[in-house]
T-cell receptor, first 110, second 115 residues
Framework: QQPVQSPQAVILREGEDAVINCSSS?????VHWYRQKHGEAPVFLMI?????EQKGHDKISASFNEKKQQSSLYLTASQLSYSGTYFC???????????FGPGTSLSVIP | NAGVTQTPKFQVLKTGQSMTLQCAQD?????MSWYRQDPGMGLRLIHY???????DQGEVPNGYNVSRSTTEDFPLRLLSAAPSQTSVYFC??????????????FGAGSRLTVL
């Protein structure tokens, strides 16, 4: 079952912060986050594992609430390069198919 | 190390024609999968494979066939193309590591138009 993402779209000015949410009705083992630029393939950002800690990469971090089957991606002090579509992908076990949400379109303007 | 290679990049078909989208990876990944991407629908899983000789259906398998005779290759076959199969197709793979951190590597995509 496809995870739910919110919001569907967001427009930010450079330097502003954003949060993208991902939730599933199924128990999850891990949540992946990917970013896709227009006309390109998705690129891996980070992975949150069950029992793991909050991850961070530069000004992008994420959390995973196992009890609620929810993950959030935090983008702070956004840059123009952050523009793109963000997808969360979910796995129910450690070696499982990856099911993606519908995506969140993020646009950063000067 | 080329990663995941998809061919062709672009293809135009007429309704009812058949074709095969090729996917090859040189990373010795056990897991391989095919997604289709349509506007507003995200990435939807068509078929996947956890190893040579093993395949399974994803979210939208109808109209597509797959086989996995080697670890490296995972072709996607359209037996009788329909306009509803117009889409961008991505092949992706990951290695079954010990840590459980299975990161997908994507191919560049194949844009298919069915007239």
């Amino acid at each position: 079952q496809q995870p739910v993402q919110s919001p569907q779209a967001v427009i930010l000015r450079e330097g502003e912060d954003a949060v993208i949410n991902c939730s599933s009705s199924k128990a999850l083992y891990s949540v992946h986050w990917y970013r896709q630029k227009h006309g390109e393939a998705p690129v891996f950002l980070m992975i949150l594992l069950k029992g793991g800690e909050q991850k961070g990469h530069d000004k992008i971090s994420a959390s995973f609430n196992e009890k609620k089957q929810q993950s959030s991606l935090y983008l702070t002090a956004s840059q123009l390069s952050y523009s793109g579509t963000y997808f969360c992908g979910t796995l129910k076990t450690s070696y499982d198919k990856v099911i993606f949400g519908p995506g969140t379109s993020l646009s950063v303007i000067p | 190390n080329a990663g995941v290679t998809q061919t062709p990049k672009f293809q135009v078909l007429k309704t009812g024609q058949s074709m095969t989208l090729q996917c090859a990876q040189d990373m010795n990944h056990e897991y391989m999968s095919w997604y289709r991407q349509d506007p507003g629908m995200g990435l939807r899983l068509i078929h996947y494979s956890v190893g040579a000789g093993i395949t399974d259906q994803g979210e939208v398998p109808n109209g597509y066939n797959v086989s996995r005779s080697t670890t490296e290759d995972f072709p996607l076959r359209l037996l009788s193309a329909a306009p509803s199969q117009t889409s961008v197709y991505f092949c992706a793979s990951y290695s079954r590591g010990l840590t459980g951190a299975n990161v997908l590597t994507f191919g560049a995509g194949s844009r298919l138009t069915v007239l």
